[in-house]
């Protein structure tokens, strides 16, 4: 796991327990908070997958990457190669 993953992770962690610890200590009636708190935990989860979202673009994107990488240094060994021959 990267920088930037560790920080979206330990964010989202944060947002949580700051979501519920508050929702838990307002001074509202029971159903408001737990429909506060479903509505806010929805928002979480939305926020969770946009950054598996991103995440796995990210990884797209390096595999692609590294394909390319892989395929330029195979043409330049057979050109290496058939310059020695």
Known sequence: MNNTSK???LLLAGL???VTLGVLFAPK????????LAKSLIGLRDAAADQ??????????????????????????????NAII
């Open 29 to 36: 009636k029971g159903k408001e908070n737990r429909e506060k």
């Open 16 to 18: 949580a327990a700051g």
């Open 7 to 9: 920080s979206a992770a």
């Open 52 to 81: 598996v979202d991103n995440l796995l673009t990210i990884a797209d994107n390096m595999i692609i990457t590294m394909k390319t990488r892989n395929d330029m240094y195979a043409h330049q060994h057979d050109d290496i190669e």
